[in-house]
């Protein structure tokens, strides 16, 4: 029983990290219908800057260095996006579908090149920023580190959650998801929406790579196209496009990805391993997909006639 | 330019045969150009960009004419590679003539295709791209882990000293001699990779213009209205993944017994994605476009590997970046001005072309 509290708990931090990725996806989804396969890069270069900024910065506590090196990479990140959006999207809006596909593979290339330039193609060591302590919950552990990151990531959903749901900006951008001429005739910018959109899915993708370092104690030029591939993955679950789909897609993920290490050897009576965790994430989308072929809780799109 | 000339090759039977002679001649020599201009590293290349023609060829039938979006392509090339090399070297201790092997390959690749375009047939674009990018995954997984409890793949270390390509008495690992005159081995696989990238270049003109071809095309740009005229969506759909499939166990089987050793690493989603950018950078669903999209995208990370150092070198007398990097970083930009500058592919087909310019998107789209 502690087995299985425990593969949740990680399971949830696991997917709170997915959801937050998986939602810069979704977004950009939602509004432009296109995949932005270099968003996993953005959070791999989230990740290195908040690392460096924060080893530059020894000595200093926790609840003043982890802000600065979360604003810098929060900051690089958005830079990024908003270049990535006007260098290899706005100038093929409306090209051939697969095009900005193909552009979206390029900057992902790059950005991982440009990474192992500046940072090298070594495994960084995430320093510690702050005693991590260890909870019992049901017999299972959660460390400080975990509860930090599961409400973070639950306090940025709420937040943008609000931004969409509440502000002028987030009418706008709902607008432009729905019908971007017709947003356009009512007085939306649709260009300044889009690059708005990119700029805060990066924002939180540059968070989710602090997370996802920290938790793991590690950074790495590499460690974003995985990372990207299973918050898509996570996005597509819930149902791209829509936002509390990539929120409930992540953390399923996280969950199922987690129970599926620790219980495939169990039920397979040791013919897999838990090395097969990332197949068990893979089989349940494809499954969802024949089954619910919108995601979850995606809207089913019409035919078109 | 190109297409006019191609336009009057076709009229006039004289310039036809004498360009015909020519590219033969031009395509038998080549290698003994390359090989003694630029060494035998680049003979290397050339053996490899014909492989990567006949996989962009196949994953051409599935993305340029159906419009299916697979982004697991490799997997099929893994097929193929994994069963050449599991038939043929000391792992099992199982030497199965090539002959078999490769049919056997294409065969099991085709069945693999049927297999994940089965369950996927109602799914379209990005949750097609995604399910079929996951199997690729999957499939490449199961190799690596794949040594434990029974070693059936050998695992991440792979499967060394594959059996060269040889018929009857004949391998092609060692130089061949034939009437006194000598062919090295790299040679003698340019010529067998030729010709079975010609005949994959034929069978796809051929499949082009057939009545499945112009099947697979109707599903491309409307599959409603493709029903509606009576075409079995269902069956079609499953033939494209299918050829296309077993193209890339073809290509596998020869990549195996070529280099001789096959792991899980040459079979990742960074090599899927470099076929699909060779179909799209070259020109989605034209032949001539996707052979050259293959030939750029084998040739020009080559071409950076091989000048990103010396050129470093000769401007700052030392290197300053990384090599791999900077190559990888030149290779990323190319392929991100590429598509800026010609949004349709390098070399598209004339109806694609028509309908980005808007000419006749009527006519072609069945009046939206």
């Given at each position: 029983?502690?087995?299985?509290?425990?593969?949740?708990?990680?399971?949830?931090?696991?997917?709170?990290?997915?959801?937050?990725?998986?939602?810069?996806?979704?977004?950009?989804?939602?509004?432009?219908?296109?995949?932005?396969?270099?968003?996993?890069?953005?959070?791999?270069?989230?990740?290195?800057?908040?690392?460096?900024?924060?080893?530059?910065?020894?000595?200093?506590?926790?609840?003043?260095?982890?802000?600065?090196?979360?604003?810098?990479?929060?900051?690089?990140?958005?830079?990024?996006?908003?270049?990535?959006?006007?260098?290899?999207?706005?100038?093929?809006?409306?090209?051939?579908?697969?095009?900005?596909?193909?552009?979206?593979?390029?900057?992902?290339?790059?950005?991982?090149?440009?990474?192992?330039?500046?940072?090298?193609?070594?495994?960084?060591?995430?320093?510690?920023?702050?005693?991590?302590?260890?909870?019992?919950?049901?017999?299972?552990?959660?460390?400080?580190?975990?509860?930090?990151?599961?409400?973070?990531?639950?306090?940025?959903?709420?937040?943008?959650?609000?931004?969409?749901?509440?502000?002028?900006?987030?009418?706008?951008?709902?607008?432009?998801?729905?019908?971007?001429?017709?947003?356009?005739?009512?007085?939306?910018?649709?260009?300044?929406?889009?690059?708005?959109?990119?700029?805060?899915?990066?924002?939180?993708?540059?968070?989710?790579?602090?997370?996802?370092?920290?938790?793991?104690?590690?950074?790495?030029?590499?460690?974003?196209?995985?990372?990207?591939?299973?918050?898509?993955?996570?996005?597509?679950?819930?149902?791209?496009?829509?936002?509390?789909?990539?929120?409930?897609?992540?953390?399923?993920?996280?969950?199922?990805?987690?129970?599926?290490?620790?219980?495939?050897?169990?039920?397979?009576?040791?013919?897999?391993?838990?090395?097969?965790?990332?197949?068990?994430?893979?089989?349940?989308?494809?499954?969802?997909?024949?089954?619910?072929?919108?995601?979850?809780?995606?809207?089913?799109?019409?035919?078109?006639? | 330019?190109?297409?006019?000339?191609?336009?009057?090759?076709?009229?006039?039977?004289?310039?036809?045969?004498?360009?015909?002679?020519?590219?033969?001649?031009?395509?038998?020599?080549?290698?003994?150009?390359?090989?003694?201009?630029?060494?035998?590293?680049?003979?290397r290349?050339?053996d490899f960009?014909l492989l990567?023609?006949?996989?962009?060829?196949?994953?051409?039938?599935?993305?340029?004419?159906?419009?299916?979006?697979?982004?697991?392509?490799?997997?099929?090339?893994?097929?193929?590679a994994?069963?050449y090399?599991?038939?043929?070297?000391?792992?099992?201790?199982?030497?199965?003539?090539?002959?078999?092997?490769?049919?056997?390959?294409?065969?099991?690749?085709?069945?693999?295709?049927?297999?994940?375009?089965?369950?996927?047939?109602?799914?379209?674009?990005?949750?097609?791209?995604?399910?079929?990018?996951?199997?690729?995954?999957?499939?490449?997984?199961?190799?690596?882990?794949?040594?434990?409890?029974?070693?059936?793949?050998?695992?991440?270390?792979?499967?060394?000293?594959i059996?060269p390509i040889?018929?009857?008495?004949?391998?092609l690992a060692?130089?061949?001699?034939?009437?006194?005159?000598?062919?090295?081995s790299l040679?003698a696989y340019y010529?067998l990779f030729?010709?079975?990238?010609?005949?994959?270049?034929?069978?796809?003109?051929?499949?082009?213009?057939?009545?499945?071809?112009?099947?697979?095309?109707?599903?491309?740009?409307?599959?409603?209205?493709?029903?509606?005229?009576?075409?079995?969506?269902?069956?079609?759909?499953?033939?494209?993944?299918?050829?296309?499939?077993?193209?890339?166990?073809?290509a596998?089987g020869l990549f195996a017994g070529f280099q001789g050793f096959?792991?899980?690493?040459?079979?990742?989603?960074?090599?899927?994605?470099?076929?699909?950018?060779?179909?799209?950078?070259?020109?989605?669903?034209?032949?001539?476009?996707?052979?050259?999209?293959?030939?750029?995208?084998?040739?020009?990370?080559?071409?950076?590997?091989?000048?990103?150092?010396?050129?470093?070198?000769?401007?700052?007398?030392?290197?300053?970046?990384?090599?791999?990097?900077?190559?990888?970083?030149?290779?990323?930009?190319?392929?991100?001005?590429?598509?800026?500058?010609?949004?349709?592919?390098?070399?598209?087909?004339?109806?694609?072309?028509?309908?980005?310019?808007?000419?006749?998107?009527?006519?072609?789209?069945?009046?939206?």
């Amino acid at each position: 029983m502690d087995i299985f509290v425990q593969q949740i708990i990680n399971g949830l931090v696991l997917g709170s990290i997915y959801a937050l990725v998986a939602l810069g996806y979704t977004m950009v989804y939602g509004i432009m219908g296109l995949i932005n396969f270099a968003h996993g890069e953005v959070v791999m270069i989230g990740a290195m800057v908040a690392l460096f900024v924060i080893k530059a910065l020894p000595g200093l506590p926790a609840f003043i260095s982890v802000p600065i090196a979360l604003a810098a990479a929060a900051g690089v990140c958005m830079a990024v996006g908003f270049a990535i959006e006007r260098i290899a999207y706005r100038p093929l809006r409306r090209a051939p579908k697969l095009a900005p596909l193909i552009t979206a593979i390029g900057i992902s290339i790059i950005l991982q090149n440009l990474a192992m330039l500046v940072w090298g193609r070594n495994y960084h060591a995430f320093p510690p920023i702050f005693p991590v302590s260890e909870h019992d919950v049901l017999g299972a552990t959660i460390t400080s580190l975990q509860i930090v990151i599961i409400v973070t990531a639950a306090l940025m959903m709420a937040g943008l959650t609000l931004l969409v749901q509440r502000t002028r900006l987030g009418r706008a951008m709902r607008a432009t998801s729905e019908n971007p001429p017709i947003a356009q005739l009512m007085g939306v910018n649709i260009n300044q929406i889009i690059s708005a959109t990119f700029v805060i899915g990066s924002a939180l993708a540059a968070v989710a790579g602090l997370m996802v370092s920290a938790n793991y104690s590690i950074a790495h030029y590499y460690m974003g196209f995985m990372l990207g591939l299973k918050a898509f993955t996570a996005a597509v679950l819930g149902g791209i496009g829509n936002l509390a789909g990539a929120m409930l897609g992540g953390i399923l993920l996280g969950i199922i990805e987690s129970l599926g290490a620790g219980y495939i050897g169990d039920l397979t009576g040791g013919f897999l391993g838990s090395h097969y965790q990332d197949i068990f994430a893979f089989f349940v989308l494809i499954g969802v997909l024949i089954f619910r072929p919108s995601g979850l809780i995606g809207e089913r799109v019409a035919e078109r006639a | 330019m190109m297409t006019l000339t191609l336009d009057t090759l076709k009229q006039d039977k004289r310039a036809a045969i004498a360009a015909t002679v020519g590219v033969g001649v031009l395509l038998a020599v080549f290698p003994f150009i390359v090989g003694s201009t630029l060494g035998n590293s680049w003979l290397r290349i050339l053996d490899f960009a014909l492989l990567y023609i006949m996989l962009a060829l196949g994953l051409n039938i599935v993305v340029g004419f159906a419009g299916l979006l697979d982004m697991g392509y490799i997997a099929f090339y893994a097929v193929g590679a994994y069963l050449y090399a599991l038939l043929a070297s000391p792992h099992f201790g199982l030497h199965v003539p090539v002959w078999v092997i490769l049919p056997a390959g294409a065969l099991l690749a085709g069945m693999a295709g049927a297999l994940l375009g089965a369950p996927t047939l109602r799914l379209r674009g990005d949750y097609l791209a995604i399910v079929t990018l996951g199997f690729g995954e999957i499939v490449r997984i199961f190799m690596n882990n794949l040594n434990a409890p029974v070693n059936i793949t050998n695992g991440p270390q792979g499967i060394s000293s594959i059996d060269p390509i040889h018929m009857g008495g004949i391998t092609l690992a060692k130089p061949l001699s034939v009437a006194g005159f000598t062919l090295p081995s790299l040679h003698a696989y340019y010529y067998l990779f030729l010709a079975l990238a010609l005949l994959i270049i034929f069978v796809s003109i051929r499949l082009e213009d057939s009545r499945i071809g112009r099947a697979w095309v109707a599903i491309r740009e409307d599959e409603i209205a493709a029903k509606a005229c009576g075409i079995n969506t269902r069956n079609i759909k499953l033939l494209a993944f299918t050829m296309g499939a077993s193209f890339g166990g073809v290509a596998g089987g020869l990549f195996a017994g070529f280099q001789g050793f096959v792991s899980p690493e040459s079979f990742n989603l960074m090599e899927s994605v470099m076929v699909l950018c060779m179909v799209v950078l070259g020109g989605m669903g034209n032949i001539p476009g996707v052979i050259l999209g293959g030939v750029m995208l084998t040739v020009l990370p080559e071409f950076f590997r091989h000048s990103a150092g010396p050129v470093q070198q000769a401007i700052f007398g030392k290197i300053l970046l990384d090599p791999e990097a900077l190559r990888m970083l030149l290779f990323g930009l190319a392929l991100v001005a590429v598509m800026l500058y010609r949004p349709a592919g390098l070399w598209p087909s004339t109806i694609r072309r028509r309908e980005f310019n808007g000419e006749a998107g009527n006519a072609v789209k069945g009046g939206k």
